[in-house]
């Protein structure tokens, strides 16, 4: 509602409504809008008089759409990506020659004149009845602000635009409108700013600070008189006077600029003479928008980060505003990314893994004790092209990744761990035959197993009794399938559960005695966040991969925390890490041992050989990689990957590798802390009911047996099913 003044006359928006009855018509003229004969004129600007009132008195004001900037631990660049390219700055970040040229090409009497300037408008309609067209505007400065607004308001929406910039009477009465409140609410120097930060430069650039980092690489408070005077000129057809595709006429534009502040004495005439003489002289910074343009290979991480913000209500109640706020917010997300670890993944994925192969590698690392992502990487980079993706390879399906792939043998810790915590002991023994039938009934959370099926290790040669450190060592299936169904496989899912492992594809952990052997998908990422557990003395902390958000006035945003619980006694996990160590040690893993400091881990392949993992961990970091078809259609036998040839390929002679390397590479220089571990004392053994009374002393692992093929079983519903013996696995 208009406001009146005491006594009941009327406000100064309506006054200067009634006084610039003819300027609302002579503005639409020079918006281009055709108008009638002279007689009827006088009704249509006596009808947009009476309709001024009615127009809302303040004008709604979007927050401009800005760039989101995702940034490393250290506060590095990442990527950045926006719907428009913008930085928003205060005017005092201006160069003082882009404000004058601005107001010299655009708005010459702006300090002079109120939101209208009725001398352009009486120009204009004189010059355009001469020339019988629309050969000259006048609209404002601040009446150019406010059609900006409505395009902004108007989004990426081609209809919702084309309202914005219609050439009606009704938009520009409309326009005049605002123009006059905004000048009485801004005052000239802050319309002027908000100008420069709101309109279109060309080459994807919105606002002056893009603009000069897009066509001179530099900021808009650097900009010389000639590169103010270029920029300036783009304003009226960014795409008419493009210096980067029409260089003369843009010469040409900034030229007339440069006469046009020596006329106004904005610059002395010498000055305006020597810019133009100078030629134009660019530093093109290219569009690097989104994702894809992520550095050292950080597309993937970049992509998680926006899938958490994407699924996490706190950023706005629905998918579309959380879009929104991604594509436009001016966020500074500060991650967890590690640059020493991130190029360290993708390194040796690169080496060990090529692009065109046909099969893919993918890795992640995790921090123990704090869950923070450390890197991710895979040997498909992120893209459109050939040998490229968008499916991140290393993460759940709700997370942007597909369905996840069978673990294998790398799942046999868990099953360790829940033995451990119902009072197994390490020393538990087992006949653990070649092969054998899964025993049965087996007692599931809600009931029992009482399937049919058999399971037999690798080599014929693999049979037992075994221990736990030894089976663990030589990765024996028979062992593993005795172990969970003598404790149940309730304990089982629920360690699973607590070391934070659900199935890639969002679907229940299913109860049955295959679990030991890895048969359920399961992610990298998620497989480095249990590991880091045995790391962390027992604790689970969830992944997380963003330190910080700020919004583009600098406020603090609450983010995603990891939540850490205990998910086993200290006992369980140094108990773990002893068996693990063995593995690296004298087992299956040894090609993935590092050099100089304390690592434990797990191999793993399935069956038939449609993956092969590595998971393992130090005290200050915990990694898996895995190889494999993604579509899982490629069997890995005899197949060449990275330039090696294989006859079959299996956790320690592909993924154990890699992870040797990327863990080198990403602890390189780093604090080398000893893990905690137990003695085990190997003369024990309870024996199971085939073994008791018949004490034995584990036999050490054979040379070379970490080369070994792994074990391989078939069970119905498991048609690949991993093969957990491993030798090699």
């Not at 309870?686 to 079983?713: C, E, F, L, S, V």
């Amino acid at each position: 509602m208009a406001k009146k003044r005491e006594g009941g006359g009327r406000s100064r928006t309506q006054q200067a409504a009634k006084f610039l009855g003819v300027s609302v018509l002579a503005g639409a003229v020079l918006a281009g809008i055709a108008l009638p004969a002279a007689g009827a004129l006088g009704l249509v600007a006596k009808t947009s008089v009476e309709g001024f009132d009615d127009i809302p008195a303040n004008l709604k004001t979007p927050p401009l759409s800005q760039r989101t900037t995702i940034l490393d631990s250290d506060g590095g660049e990442i990527a950045s990506v926006y719907s428009r390219d913008r930085t928003v700055v205060d005017l005092k970040d201006m160069s003082p020659y882009i404000q004058k040229a601005i107001v010299a090409i655009e708005d010459a009497r702006f300090y002079q004149h109120g939101a209208i300037d009725l001398k352009g408008i009486a120009r204009a309609v004189n010059k355009n009845a001469q020339s019988g067209g629309v050969s000259q505007g006048a609209s404002t400065l601040t009446q150019q602000y406010v059609k900006n607004v409505f395009i902004e308001e108007a989004g990426d929406d081609p209809d919702k635009v084309a309202q914005a910039t219609q050439q009606t009477l009704g938009r520009k009465v409309k326009e005049l409108k605002y123009a006059i409140k905004l000048e009485e609410k801004l005052g000239k120097r802050k319309i002027l700013q908000n100008y420069l930060n709101i309109t279109f430069f060309g080459e994807q650039a919105y606002g002056v600070e893009a603009a000069a980092q897009r066509y001179f690489s530099k900021h808009a408070k650097d900009l010389s008189v000639e590169e103010a005077a270029l920029l300036a000129g783009i304003v009226q057809s960014p795409t008419r006077y493009d210096p980067v595709n029409h260089p003369q006429a843009a010469t040409d534009r900034r030229n007339t600029v440069l006469k046009r502040m020596a006329d106004l004495k904005a610059i002395s005439r010498s000055e305006a003479n020597a810019a133009a003489a100078r030629p134009i002289k660019l530093k093109i910074s290219r569009p690097q928008n989104g994702c894809i343009t992520a550095t050292d290979g950080a597309g993937f991480f970049c992509d998680y980060v926006r899938e958490v913000l994407l699924n996490d209500k706190a950023f706005g109640a629905t998918r579309e505003v959380r879009s929104q706020r991604w594509m436009q917010g001016g966020l500074t997300i500060r991650t967890t990314l590690d640059r020493q670890t991130q190029k360290s993944i993708q390194a040796s994925l690169s080496r060990h893994v090529y692009a065109d192969d046909p099969v893919a590698g993918a890795g992640a690392v995790v921090q123990p004790g704090t869950g923070k992502i450390l890197g991710m990487g895979q040997s498909r980079p992120y893209g459109f092209g050939t040998n490229q993706t968008q499916i991140n390879l290393s993460v759940n399906r709700k997370m942007g990744g597909g369905a996840g792939y069978q673990p294998g043998s790398t799942f046999k810790p868990i099953i360790a761990a829940a033995a451990l915590e119902q009072g197994i002991g390490p020393d538990q023994q087992y006949s653990s035959p070649f092969k054998m039938a899964y025993p049965k009934p087996v007692q599931t959370c809600t009931g029992t197993w009482d399937g049919n099926d058999t399971v037999n290790n690798e080599d014929p040669k693999e049979v037992g009794p075994y221990d736990m450190k030894e089976a663990t060592a030589k990765s024996v299936n028979t062992y593993y399938v005795q172990l969970i169904s003598d404790m149940g496989i309730c304990p089982a899912v629920t360690m699973a559960q607590k070391m934070g492992l659900q199935r890639a594809d969002g679907k229940p952990l299913k109860q049955v005695p295959s679990m030991a052997l890895g048969g359920q998908e399961m992610s990298p990422l998620n497989m480095a966040a249990a590991y880091a557990t045995f790391a962390d003395e027992g604790t689970y902390c969830s992944p997380v991969a963003i330190e910080s958000i700020t919004d583009a006035q600098g406020k603090a945003l609450n983010v995603p925390k990891s939540r850490c619980h205990n998910a086993m006694s200290k006992k369980t996990a140094d108990t773990v890490n002893t068996l693990l160590k063995g593995v690296v040690e004298d087992g299956t893993g040894k090609q993935a041992g590092l050099k100089g400091r304390d690592s434990a881990g797990k191999t793993g392949t399935t069956d038939s050989r449609y993956a092969a993992w590595f998971v393992g961990y130090t005290p200050n970091a915990a990694g898996a990689v895995w190889v494999g078809d993604p579509r899982h259609q490629r069997q890995m036998y005899n197949i060449t990957i990275g330039g090696v040839s294989h006859d079959k390929v299996y956790g320690a002679d592909t993924p154990g590798p890699i992870w040797r390397d990327m863990m080198s590479g990403a602890l390189a220089g780093r604090p080398s802390p000893a893990l905690p571990t137990v003695p085990i004392d190997d003369s024990k053994g309870k024996g199971d009911d085939a073994n008791k009374g018949k004490p034995h002393a584990p036999k050490p692992p054979k040379p070379g047996n970490g080369d070994k093929p792994g074990g391989g079983w078939h069970i119905p519903g498991f048609p690949d099913i991993l093969g957990g013996g491993d030798g090699g696995w």
